[in-house]
């Protein structure tokens, strides 16, 4: 019976959402076993547990937690000497250790095979819930890595040397040790990752944190930092999306000063700007979406979108008030 209510679940949040969850196994639930206790360094166990769909990258290990282990006494809600958490869904879920010392930084991730390759300047959004165990020291970001190939990087303890997809706003990072926190991630693929890398990719020199932490009595030894438990991944292509303003007031008071659209994941679209005559005064793109109003009067202007990928064309008119 419980597996027959999670696939209605299922199927009712599929309908509702109407967006495929790219993300394997994004609760750990599918899994031969459960270790029962924090991974020791250099041991993947994800791997160990038949967790499918998931692996550590690097030689920091994150740690798989789960209500019924066969290995180990230490197990969620009491896990001794880090706090507790039932998991968000099911009863497993994942978890990060993030520390941070003057001379050295300690980062652990998580990595999916997802179930199908990213598609070239397709935009995605990345959802996962977080619960950490203190709000002192707490690092106030995660990135997103996409990959071709599958990352494993058995000497690295941290990863700030690569070009990251996307990262989560800070100013909209919580971090309630009470309850599970939302964490989102919108970033553009460049096409062919079948892998995804998520953690903290700062290290210690460039670290924030979500409340003021004193650093001054480090002392070369490894104090700043939090653990966070994972559950409950999802990636999905955002929807296409098109809004047009029509109206942009280019007079340098810092509102509303230039035009730009909201375009999403219409592949190669360009906008054509006209004057009422039918000259052509600029044409936006991918590589230059905005128009700031330049050497153009007051009045009223027109535009012609185009998408010829999608045949997608549509028309209208601009107003500049200046």
């Known amino acids: 019976m419980k597996y027959l209510v999670q696939i209605l679940m299922f199927f009712l949040f599929s309908s509702k959402h109407n967006a495929q969850n790219l993300i394997t196994n994004p609760s ?21 547990s038949g967790c499918v769909g998931w692996s550590c990258p690097i030689a920091s290990s994150s740690d798989l937690w789960c209500l019924n282990p066969i290995f180990g006494i230490i197990e969620p809600p009491s896990i001794s000497g880090l706090g507790y958490q039932y998991p968000r869904t099911g009863e497993n879920m994942a978890g990060l250790l993030m520390n941070d010392g003057v001379i050295f930084s300690y980062r ?10 990213l598609q ?45 997809n996307g990262v989560s706003d800070a100013n909209l990072f919580l971090g309630d040790t009470s309850t599970w926190n939302y964490c989102e991630i919108i970033f553009k693929a460049n096409g062919g990752e079948k892998f995804i890398v998520i953690g ?4 210690s020199t460039n670290t924030t944190y979500s409340e003021p932490c004193d650093t001054s009595f480090w002392g070369n030894l490894s104090y700043a930092g939090n653990y966070f ?43 054509t700007i006209l004057n009422r005559w039918g000259n052509r005064i600029i044409v936006l793109d991918e590589t230059n979406p905005i128009w700031y109003g330049d050497n153009t009067t007051e ?21 500049i008030i200046r």
């Open 200 to 203: 903290n990719f700062q290290d």
């Open 120 to 164: 070239n300047n397709v935009t995605y959004k990345l959802i996962f819930y977080h619960s950490p165990l203190k709000t002192d020291c707490s690092i106030n970001q995660f990135g997103v890595l996409a990959s071709i190939n599958q990352m494993y990087e058995p000497s690295k303890f941290y990863l700030n040397d690569f070009v990251l």
């Open 229 to 271: 438990f994972v559950d409950d991944v999802s990636l999905t292509k955002l929807p296409t999306q098109l809004e047009i303003p029509n109206v942009f007031t280019p007079n340098d008071d810092g509102i509303n000063d230039f035009f730009i659209p909201s375009i999403v994941n219409y592949p190669n679209w360009k906008i």
């Open 108 to 117: 652990e991730f998580i990595q999916n095979e997802l179930q199908e390759t």
């Open 28 to 48: 750990f639930e599918d899994i031969d076993s459960c270790y029962g206790q924090p991974a020791g360094i250099g041991f993947d166990v994800f791997q160990w």
């Open 299 to 319: 009045g009223v202007y027109f535009y012609r979108f185009e998408c010829e990928e999608l045949n997608k064309f549509e028309q209208g008119y601009i107003s």
